[in-house]
């Protein structure tokens, strides 16, 4: 079992930049490959950014790629998403999830409760 909490998000400008952090509760983390997915009011939730269990094999989206870091801290049982150079369309609810495979489709094993990103223009 694995309890994910998102925080970091909230209310940027065009252009800004936000961490989110996704804090995970099982001392099992170390094995759980860990994925980002946002939500945007009225569209089905859409893959941003995934990591293995161990950091070597990173993949984002299209959509992200250039803008956003994902990176984890095994020690501290978190993984980070940095996002720069935010635009209006990253506006989404962020969720962080858990799987033992890694993928990139919404079908994680785990979820977070989300955090609320909005950027202004």
């Known amino acids: 079992q694995v309890q994910l909490v998102e925080s970091g998000g909230g209310l940027v400008q065009a252009g800004g930049s936000l961490r989110l952090s996704c804090a995970a509760s099982a001392r099992t983390f170390g094995s759980f490959y860990i994925g980002w997915f946002r939500q945007a009011p009225g569209k089905e939730r859409e893959f941003v950014a995934r990591?293995?269990?161990?950091?070597?094999?990173?993949y984002y989206a299209d959509s992200v790629k250039g803008r956003v870091t994902i990176s984890r801290d095994n020690v501290k049982n978190t993984v980070y998403l940095q996002m720069n150079s935010l635009k209006p369309e990253d506006t989404a609810v962020y969720y962080c999830?858990?799987?033992?495979?890694?993928?990139?489709?919404?079908?994680?094993?785990?979820w977070g409760q989300g955090t609320q990103v909005t950027v202004s223009s």
């Open positions: 999830a858990a799987d033992w495979i890694i993928k990139t489709t919404p079908d994680y094993e785990y």
């Open positions: 990591i293995s269990w161990n950091g070597g094999r990173i």
